[in-house]
């Protein structure tokens, strides 16, 4: 049964039943999130998010669930929608629901429920947007912008939706200041390398039962996500290859030891195909063409535009197939068929859980602190892209090394002086 949302009924989840397993589930990723744990017994003393109305556009999971009990515990009148529409896990919807946390999200829900479910969302009228991917930025400055005075500011997840929000305020148009949580330190450095490798690898051995040893692997940019792919297919056996565009980029890919070359020489050496670059049609019509029968097509950036799926639909005509969950078969010719993972989104989140809660529990302390730092701090901010505080970032490193036992050094007073003073030499 779907919950059609009413003037009475504040969310619109799969199954309010579910919210027993939800919330076992939601207990056992806490196990794994010490930092955000802190955080929020801080934020039930100091209520630094007290009245304060928060959409968060996100993936519906068990660490976003930590999140939002996070921003409750601060005061937070949060309201959550979905940033993908296949990466909702139905049970934690339902507990957050049972926990008086209005969720608009349904795994599995089409494009036109999937934008319904964000403009609920914006009815909120917030005043602080925690985004993932810019849909909810994009759409109330779009479709709402009697909502964008009340709007303090924003912070963002992705590196597509840091892309989407400059390209926002390059055009004038960026109405409040926005937080990009996606190039903090304990943000990228940790859940897009490890975080993306490890959970990306998973969605496709769960799709697919696949053995990585000894398959060539292709991976499409070498940002911190495809780092952390092309390191963990490597682990496994894999061969990897490496396209890229930037030359910085390739060339430390070729100093890692992966062998670099373009999509166009690729695409006939691959096995297994993983894009994660943030654009558009990076494997392409003319890539299908060259593949070997039975080629594997991932994706793991954030939206479905990597591959250009229309074209492998208007190529494959009626000759298409699910084989299992999650993996459909396109027959392109009589001894050539390419497989789809996923509908070409998320991989890690369409066909498994997405990032382990230890990295997320970075991820998510960061988009909680600079929520309250733009509640503090916003109104002194002009409209434009922020970094998250260095002292945030920090913090979030020392929390979280203090949760792993882990001591580090400190600086003498001479070595303080030191490093502050010009006049020292050989």
Same mark, same amino acid.
């Given at each position: ?6 003037? &009475? ?34 934020? &039930? ?48 919807? +339902?507990?957050?629901?049972? @926990? ?8 599995? &829900?089409?494009?036109?429920? %999937? %934008?319904?479910?964000?403009? =609920? +969302? ?23 912008? @009697? ?36 190039? =903090? ?19 496709? #051995? ?6 990585? =040893? ?39 890919? *070729? ?11 690729? =695409? +006939? ?87 382990? *809660? ?14 309250? %730092? ?22 979030? +490193? ?15 007073? &001479?070595?303080?002086?030191? #490093? ?7």
């Amino acid at each position: 049964m779907v919950n059609t949302p009413t003037r &009475e009924r504040s969310f619109d989840i799969k199954d309010p039943s579910l919210a027993a397993d939800g919330r076992r589930r939601i207990e056992w990723a806490a196990r794994e999130m010490p930092v955000l744990a802190r955080i929020r017994e801080q934020f &039930e003393r100091e209520r630094p998010l007290d009245g304060i109305r928060v959409v968060a556009c996100g993936h519906i999971t068990t660490e976003t669930a930590n999140l939002a009990r996070t921003l409750k515990a601060g005061g937070a009148n949060a309201v959550l929608c979905a940033s993908n529409p296949l990466s909702t896990q139905d049970d934690v919807a +339902a507990a957050l629901v049972e @926990e008086g946390i209005a969720v608009f999200a349904i795994k599995g &829900e089409d494009n036109e429920t %999937y %934008y319904r479910h964000i403009r =609920a +969302a914006i009815d909120h009228a917030p005043q602080i947007i925690i985004d993932d991917g810019a849909d909810v930025v994009s759409l109330i400055h779009q479709e709402r912008p @009697e909502l964008l005075p009340g709007v303090i500011g924003a912070t963002e997840e992705t590196t597509t939706g840091v892309v989407r929000h400059r390209a926002l305020h390059n055009d004038g148009l960026l109405r409040f200041p926005v937080i990009a949580v996606n190039d =903090a330190d304990t943000k990228h450095f940790f859940d897009n390398r490890y975080g993306t490798g490890q959970s990306t690898i998973d969605g496709i #051995l769960r799709a697919t039962n696949i053995l990585l =040893a000894g398959k060539t692997v292709v991976v499409a940019g070498y940002g911190w996500c495809g780092k952390g792919i092309a390191m963990r297919a490597r682990g496994m056996g894999a061969r990897v290859i490496v396209t890229e565009i930037d030359p910085v980029r390739a060339l430390e890919a *070729a100093m890692d030891g992966f062998q670099v070359t373009t999509m166009d020489r690729a =695409a +006939a050496l691959g096995d297994l195909f993983i894009t994660a670059t943030g654009n558009i049609n990076v494997v392409d019509r003319n890539h299908f063409d060259q593949m070997k029968d039975g080629a594997i097509l991932a994706n793991s950036g954030h939206f479905n535009s990597e591959v250009n799926i229309g074209a492998l639909e208007e190529m494959s005509g009626e000759g298409r197939r699910t084989l299992r969950p999650f993996v459909e078969e396109f027959v392109l010719g009589p001894d050539q068929r390419v497989i789809l993972l996923g509908e070409g989104r998320l991989i890690n989140l369409a066909a498994a859980e997405g990032h382990p *809660a230890s990295v997320m529990d970075m991820s998510f302390a960061n988009q909680a602190l600079a929520a309250a %730092y733009l509640v503090r701090e916003g109104k002194h901010l002009e409209p434009g892209i922020y970094r998250v505080p260095e002292e945030i970032d920090h913090e979030i +490193a020392r929390m979280k090394l203090e949760a792993m036992e882990i001591e580090i050094d400190v600086l003498t007073p &001479e070595q303080e002086r030191y #490093l502050t003073s010009w006049e020292g030499g050989t």
